[in-house]
């Protein structure tokens, strides 16, 4: 674990981001917030659905420009307002001081150019040219991601490297500019058992050489509790309990922290059946007017299903606060 300044370098605040479609508007990220500290990795779990993936995209600023938008919120990067810049501004700021490593790396790499060129392209557009040029960091990134042969690796097409491979190149793109923050969206997935302990640890590697922040979306509560300094649980596009790791991992508040976490494997109990959540998350054009999760609770009462529940707070302060949303906390 490295030091971290006490000021966060990312900051989110009440955020909110529309979607339009033929159903209507709705909003698929409602209400987020969240403090993000340099050397630190915040984790965000959910079910598919939940709005890790578009929380992502919103503080990068990629959401479709017809379909989606921030509707409200604020997002400070480094003490920077991310929402009032111009698309131009925050061109300059995407990938300079705040990158995104997407789950499938065949959707991040365009197979019409080499790896190399794709590197030294966010170096050319960032203006940071180094000693050698352009491609002499290039092959300094693949190196820093622990690619094998990086002189020869420059010169390689996507499809000619393997699915590791081509993750570990998209990291190194992400990486060669040197963000503040890292947004991994689910970068292991696709990774065998092996391969995503050695990413794993590769990111470990990095933020504590850099200090760089990481908001590490997955559904793998291993992976949290490895990586993690605090997590944020996600449920129809809020944030209905965050802490620390090992806090939520040895307190879980919310029924629904608490039904993920009893769904998780146990080597020590291997008898019956895995635990399931019944039912399905709501649609987002159809939410529930109380607690969001109140149709698949089992403590669900009357007042949970027709009023919103209020944030409580459970302890601790500051990056050790532990709060969650829900009239009937699990003991």
């Not at 491979?165 to 292991?188: F, K, L, N």
């Not at 999760?293 to 669900?300: I, T, V």
């Not at 409580?312 to 906390?329: F, K, M, N, V, Y």
Request: proline fraction near 7%; charged fraction near 20%; aromatic fraction near 4%.
């Amino acid at each position: 674990m490295t030091q971290t300044d006490t000021a966060p370098i990312l900051s989110v605040r009440d955020l909110q981001t529309l979607i339009s479609t033929k159903r209507g508007d709705f909003l698929a990220v409602d209400g987020v917030s969240f403090d993000l500290h340099r050397g630190e990795t915040l984790g965000i779990v959910g079910e598919s659905g939940s709005g890790k993936s578009m929380t992502g995209m919103s503080l990068m600023r990629l959401l479709p420009p017809r379909t989606g938008q921030v509707a409200a919120g604020s997002i400070t990067l480094a003490g920077r307002e991310l929402t009032t810049l111009s698309d131009r501004e925050m061109r300059r700021v995407r990938g300079r001081d705040i990158a995104m490593i997407l789950q499938d790396p065949q959707t991040s790499l365009n197979p019409a150019f080499t790896i190399g060129d794709q590197i030294a392209e966010a170096l050319r557009l960032h203006g940071k040219p180094g000693q050698g040029g352009y491609m002499a960091m290039a092959v300094d990134a693949l190196r820093k991601v622990q690619v094998a042969a990086p002189e020869m690796r420059v010169k390689a097409y996507p499809h000619q490297m393997s699915g590791g491979m081509r993750q570990r190149a998209v990291g190194a793109i992400a990486i060669s500019c040197q963000p503040q923050v890292i947004i991994a969206d689910e970068p292991t997935t696709a990774l065998d058992v092996t391969v995503q302990a050695q990413y794993l640890r590769l990111l470990r590697q990095l933020q504590q050489e850099t200090g760089m922040g990481i908001l590490f979306i997955t559904h793998d509560f291993g992976i949290v509790a490895r990586v993690c300094h605090s997590l944020a649980v996600m449920y129809a596009g809020q944030i209905v309990e965050s802490g620390p790791v090992r806090r939520i991992f040895d307190r879980p508040s919310h029924p629904y922290t608490r039904a993920l976490l009893d769904s998780v494997p146990k080597l020590h109990n291997q008898s019956g059946r895995l635990p399931a959540i019944d039912g399905q998350p709501p649609a987002l054009w159809a939410k529930p007017p109380g607690c969001r999760f109140a149709p698949r609770c089992g403590f669900a009462t009357d007042t949970c299903r027709t009023t919103p529940p209020p944030l409580t707070e459970l302890g601790g302060s500051g990056r050790e606060r532990h709060s969650a949303s829900c009239w009937r906390l699990v003991p």
